[in-house]
């Protein structure tokens, strides 16, 4: 059954043209520093939002259309992976991600819950053998059930810390069997409400022991994904522990995980920490922990996890920039951890959501290219920290000098004179780059 049968195939037309079923930047075959727009960008469709989710807040009912909306149970879990290979094949995008409770739906008991996971993992893994798509991570829904109200590895009650064990044991099993690149965690309910009723050190020290046994277990069955972690520093709880890049790369050393484990990294939920989405990228490339991307942006005058698609160039760009001078993104992805606008309604704008993004997202790729390619940055940042590279700034970098020999230096010194950042210039220079490659310069 077609789902979308109106909808072709997406096309690379350019930028002229006016067809809204058509990428106007983003061509797949086109090379940027040796390798395609698709090899670096490695587009994700993120299964939660694209087919499970109807449009619900907190102030109304879901207004999503769907053409699978008429079914239920197994059936409904059916469709929709019928509807997503459908989706997956007319992007033209090379992977999907989901949780558990998203292809399959949550049964009364554990054991039965697991046989509706076989049922929709058996069937996409056979879909997945007619298809290039394949699995850029998977997890466990550890936060949507009542029984994680109090957390799920950081739950108060033991009976629930081994329930999302079996959960993320199924998962890392599902993930081998599927070829899953990456594996992650986000731990939704992984904090705390009031510290009034809150034992933090155990907490922590048990999602720490969670982790472990999670690590154990990939190589007990040969899983070879990458770990991820995705730092969110609040929604549901009031603070959860994996807050930003900084804190959850501290956890991680504290409790000798580091090795193991890499982030991924969601635009909004940067901005919610209060960084932008640089910040966080830059912090996980600068310490080798730059994983994978949730690519989505937020809405500045309101204040929670909106996971709109990205259309904000700027913010493409300057990703790009540190998703490059990473030198990509390995097992990671562009995960587009986004939903349509609750008034966006109908089947057709899931295509115009994704389009759009992709579009930004290669219109960042090109700009961020070419900025590199000249060393517009790096030469002036280089001279910016020029000091560092001869006399005493040398002693410093290179641990010659002490407060002795500092003080020494000090008391010669007549008036210090520094230089201007040029932040204004350097922010035009990138709007330049960006109109120049907007207009096929």
């Known amino acids: 059954?077609?789902?979308?049968?109106?909808?072709?195939?997406?096309?690379?037309?350019?930028?002229?043209?006016?067809?809204?079923?058509?990428?106007?930047?983003?061509?797949?075959?086109?090379?940027?520093?040796?390798?395609?727009?698709?090899?670096?960008?490695?587009?994700?469709?993120?299964?939660?939002?694209?087919?499970?989710?109807?449009?619900?807040?907190?102030?109304?009912?879901?207004?999503?259309?769907?053409?699978?909306?008429?079914?239920?149970?197994?059936?409904?879990?059916?469709?929709?992976?019928?509807?997503?290979?459908?989706?997956?094949?007319?992007?033209?995008?090379?992977?999907?991600?989901?949780?558990?409770s998203d292809i399959a739906p949550e049964a009364d008991t554990l054991k039965e819950t697991y046989e509706h996971l076989d049922v929709i993992t058996a069937m996409i893994k056979d879909y997945m053998k007619d298809s290039k798509v394949k699995l850029l991570w998977n997890t466990a829904n550890m936060f949507t059930h009542p029984r994680y109200v109090h957390g799920a590895a950081t739950s108060s009650n033991a009976d629930v810390f081994a329930f999302a064990a079996a959960k993320v044991k199924k998962g890392l099993e599902i993930g081998k069997e599927l070829g899953a690149e990456n594996y992650v965690f986000w731990g939704g309910?992984?904090?705390?409400?009031?510290?009034?009723?809150?034992?933090?050190?155990?907490?922590?020290?048990?999602?720490?022991?969670?982790?472990?046994?999670?690590?154990?277990?990939?190589?007990?069955?040969?899983?070879?994904?990458?770990?991820?972690?995705?730092?969110?520093?609040?929604?549901?709880?009031?603070?959860?522990?994996?807050?930003?890049?900084?804190?959850?790369?501290?956890?991680l050393q504290k409790y000798d995980l580091d090795q193991y484990f890499k982030f991924n990294i969601e635009a909004n939920h940067a901005t919610l920490a209060g960084h932008t989405f640089e910040h966080e990228l830059r912090v996980a490339r600068i310490n080798g922990m730059l994983g994978s991307v949730d690519a989505n942006q937020g809405d500045t005058l309101i204040g929670w996890d909106t996971d709109e698609f990205p259309t904000d160039l700027y913010s493409t760009t300057l990703a790009m920039y540190e998703i490059l001078l990473n030198g990509g993104l390995g097992k990671g992805g562009l995960n587009f951890d986004a939903k349509v606008r609750r008034g966006s309604f109908e089947p057709e704008d899931l295509f115009h959501a994704h389009i759009a993004g992709m579009d930004s997202f290669a219109i960042g790729l090109k700009v961020a290219a070419k900025l590199l390619e000249d060393r517009v940055l790096e030469d002036f940042v280089a001279d910016r920290y020029s000091s560092y590279t001869e006399g005493i700034g040398l002693d410093i970098v290179e641990g010659k000098a002490n407060f002795h020999k500092l003080e020494e230096y000090a008391l010669q010194l007549g008036n210090i004179q520094n230089r201007s950042g040029r932040q204004e210039r350097l922010k035009a220079i990138v709007n330049q780059y960006l109109l120049e490659t907007l207009a096929g310069k």
């Open 189 to 251: 309910r992984e904090g705390y409400e009031t510290l009034l009723n809150t034992d933090m050190k155990l907490e922590l020290d048990n999602l720490a022991r969670f982790f472990h046994m999670a690590v154990d277990y990939a190589k007990e069955i040969g899983f070879d994904g990458q770990f991820l972690i995705e730092p969110k520093p609040k929604e549901p709880t009031k603070h959860q522990y994996d807050f930003d890049v900084a804190t959850g790369h501290a956890f």
């Open 1 to 100: 059954m077609a789902y979308f049968e109106e909808i072709s195939k997406i096309q690379y037309e350019g930028s002229s043209s006016k067809n809204p079923f058509a990428f106007k930047y983003y061509n797949p075959e086109e090379t940027v520093n040796g390798k395609t727009m698709e090899e670096i960008l490695r587009f994700s469709v993120a299964y939660w939002h694209t087919f499970t989710a109807d449009g619900t807040d907190p102030f109304g009912v879901g207004t999503a259309i769907r053409p699978w909306d008429h079914l239920n149970g197994l059936d409904l879990a059916k469709a929709r992976v019928e509807a997503a290979f459908e989706l997956f094949e007319k992007l033209n995008v090379p992977f999907f991600c989901f949780h558990d």
